[in-house]
């Protein structure tokens, strides 16, 4: 397997974290961003940023695609606010967009120019079970819809170059981040997992497995596609 270079938002725990130790285990490069360091070192580099500072962020990038020739982004992080529609402030709203949509849209920007010169690239979004509907995530879930779409599109402007680019939506998944969220004996976390048909949340490492097959040569010809990791969670809601 040829040796890769892959840039992962949000490696120092949960989801971005397995999936970058998995992408180390297979002997690729990994650059990891987060805000605090992840308890094990990563097989590249890590760097320290708040992804909310634009300003640094463009620095950070601008500094790992002189470095480095990265082959590939997970572009992993993400922000939620649960909360009702009446209380969604605007804030909340343009912070959700920014984590979610323009840091991924930063980071492929920073990895097109190697990925097009080299004809080979890949791109993963991380989307959420909330684009088929949850309530009480109106700012995420629409941040996350727009991830969806910037794959699909990004699949076609890309194709070209041999540059893939899909999504993927993790259900209910046992990190920091949902349990924060939907702490046990919640309302919310009952909900998901009743709504659950393998009656189980999902592991860090079952989604880290499906992007680095994205990610792989094996999965060449997948693109423009939403891969759902939710134990089938999203059957049976509309899709979108
Ligand atoms: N867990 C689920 O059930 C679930 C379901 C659907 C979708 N997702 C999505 O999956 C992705 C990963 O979620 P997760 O559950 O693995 O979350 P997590 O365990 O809370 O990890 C989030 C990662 O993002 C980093 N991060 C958060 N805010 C940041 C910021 N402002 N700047 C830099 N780094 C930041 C965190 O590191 P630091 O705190 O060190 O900065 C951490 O490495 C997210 O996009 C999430 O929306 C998760």
New binding site residues.
């Given amino acids: 397997m040829q040796k890769r270079t892959f840039l992962v ?10 999936t970058a130790k998995i992408l180390g285990a297979q002997g690729h490069t990994v650059i990891g ?6 308890t094990e070192p990563l097989s590249g580099e890590f760097v320290a ?5 634009r300003k640094l962020l463009k620095e950070v990038l601008a500094d790992m695609s002189s470095k480095y020739k990265l082959d590939g982004i997970f ?6 606010n649960p909360e009702p529609a009446e209380e969604i402030t605007e804030e909340h709203l343009n912070n959700c967009y920014h ?2 949509v323009s840091v991924a849209l930063q980071c492929v920007q920073a990895a097109l120019p190697n990925m097009k010169e080299q004809k080979w690239g890949r791109i993963v979004n ?5 684009v088929v509907g949850v309530p009480f995530r109106g700012s ?1 879930a629409a941040a ?1 819809t727009a991830l969806v779409s910037l794959a699909r599109t990004w699949a076609l402007e890309f194709a070209q170059y041999n540059i893939t680019a899909n999504t993927i ?10 349990n ?1 969220n939907n702490p046990p004996g919640s309302e919310s976390r009952q909900r998901y997992i009743d709504g659950i048909p393998l009656r189980r ?2 592991t ?1 490492e079952e ?1 880290g497995e499906a992007v680095s097959f994205l990610m792989s040569d094996k999965g060449a010809f997948i693109t423009g596609q939403n891969i759902f990791v ?1 134990g089938g969670s999203s059957i049976g809601k509309s899709l979108i």
């Fill in positions: 938002t949000g490696a120092s725990k949960g989801i971005g974290n397995a961003l987060a805000r605090t360091a992840p940023v708040d992804l909310l500072d572009n992993n992080v993400g922000l939620v984590v979610n991380t989307g959420s079970l909330t995420y996350k939506s993790p259900g209910p998944i046992e990190t920091e981040l949902f924060t949340t999902g860090p989604v939710d």
